[in-house]
Structures are given as structure tokens and as C-alpha cells.
């Protein structure tokens, strides 16, 4: 696993300890002042403690500000924290996730190579699915589930022309026709396994072996592959 924490967080930490060192300091210092000021005052004409009182106010609210930072900034750590662990448990599993990328490995006709879901809000007239290549070439093409739902595709690396197509990457590209004759794209989810974990700016991240990176958020829902 590679975990990679950024100089956001470190930052956010330094700042705060910053702040509530500076402003201790400051609180200190008025105080020494202000017992100074009593002490040598005019018995007969006092200070009037009415500026006194509010900057104490003041300094008092920075502090209990500066606190409420620090508490939420621990709060962030251990949502943080408990998202890794969630992530941890992720590696080596296969995550469905928005996208169209899928890898084929040495294609055998019968044998899936790569799953995909898309979902219907409606019935549509048809649901054509195609296969790309990097070249943008159309190397399959077949027709998916026209109900309403969701549908799960395997596809077994097999060509439009009966034979296994080269190993790499490819994209899904799913158009549907509703009843009406209007023609739209449909959002392809895959699975792709979890390689390692990564923690960005505070948010965790899923490096998948096909080179994609995810939010942890778009994982929809994880299983165990069935070579494992």
C-alpha cells in the first residue's frame, strides 16, 4: 500500500499551533500590562476598565475560537483516519466505479474479461453498447438489457470479428433509444482492483490496476475477484 499525505494537513496543523502559541503569548502579555497599569494607577483617578474589559472579551473569543479550530481539525483526522482503514480494506478487491475504462488480458471466448453496469431510468426501443480501442476504432459492438434498472455486462474480450482482441485498455460507449426515437449516452460503470490507497488533500483516493484513480465516494459496491 502507498499512502500519500500531502503538505495540506501538515500545514493546517502548523497554522493552528501557530495561531493559539501567538495568541497565548499576546493574552500574557496584556495581562502583565494591564496588572501593571493597576498597580501604578492614580488611587484618586482610576483607569477606566471599560477598554480593558473589552479587549479581555476579545482575546477571549480568538481563544475559544482558536479551540473550536483545533477540535474540528482533530475531527477531520479521525473521519480521515476512518476512511483509510475503510480504503485498507479495499486493497486487492475489485470496486465498481463511474467510468467506461475496462483492460483486456489475453481474451479466451467464453471467459469474461471485463464487467460493466449501466442503469436505465425508462424502457428504451434500444441499448447499443460498443467497445473502442485507443484508436478509436469500434473493435465490438452488441446490444444491452432495454428494461428499466440496472444491468451488469461481462464481456469476453471477443471482437466484432470472432477473434480476441490485443491486450490493453478500452472504453465503453452505451447510447440508448428511448420509445419516443430520441437518442442519448448512457454512463457505463466497471470494476477495476484496488492496487493501492492514496490520501490527497485530505481525501482518499483508490489507485486501480488499470491506471484509474477514484474517489472513495464513487465506489458503488466491491467484490472479491473470482481469480483471487
Do not use: C
Not at 474540528?72 to 486493497?91: C, P, R
Not at 471467459?111 to 424502457?123: H, M, R, S
Not at 490485443?166 to 465503453?172: E, F, K, M, V
Amino acid at each position: 500500500m502507498t499512502t500519500t499525505v500531502t503538505a495540506a494537513s501538515t500545514a493546517r496543523d502548523q497554522a493552528l499551533q501557530t495561531a493559539s502559541q501567538k495568541a497565548t503569548g499576546d493574552f500574557n502579555m496584556f495581562l502583565k500590562l494591564l496588572a501593571a497599569q493597576l498597580q501604578n494607577q492614580d488611587p484618586l483617578n482610576p483607569t477606566d476598565s471599560t477598554e480593558f474589559t473589552s479587549q479581555i472579551a476579545t482575546y477571549s473569543q480568538l481563544e475559544q475560537q482558536i479551540n473550536t479550530n483545533k477540535n474540528l481539525n482533530e475531527l477531520l483526522k479521525q473521519n480521515n483516519f476512518g476512511a483509510q482503514a475503510l480504503a485498507v480494506s479495499y486493497m486487492g478487491k475489485e470496486v465498481l466505479v463511474p467510468g467506461g475504462g475496462i483492460t483486456i488480458e489475453n481474451a479466451v471466448a467464453g471467459v469474461p474479461q471485463a464487467t460493466f453496469g449501466y442503469e436505465l431510468d425508462a424502457g428504451m426501443s434500444t441499448v447499443d453498447i460498443s467497445v473502442v480501442n485507443q484508436f478509436g476504432q469500434v473493435v465490438a459492438n452488441f446490444a444491452g438489457d432495454k428494461t428499466a434498472g440496472g444491468h451488469t455486462v461481462a464481456w469476453d474480450g471477443i471482437g466484432a470479428d470472432g477473434q480476441p482482441v490485443p491486450n490493453g485498455s478500452y472504453t465503453l460507449r452505451i447510447k440508448a433509444t428511448d420509445l419516443n426515437g430520441k437518442e442519448g449516452a448512457i454512463s457505463a460503470y466497471t470494476f477495476g482492483r484496488v492496487r493501492e490507497v492514496e490520501t490527497l488533500n485530505g481525501i482518499v483516493n483508490l489507485a486501480l490496476q488499470d491506471g484509474r484513480s477514484v474517489s472513495l465516494d464513487d465506489v458503488m459496491s466491491v467484490r472479491t475477484p473470482s481469480n483471487s
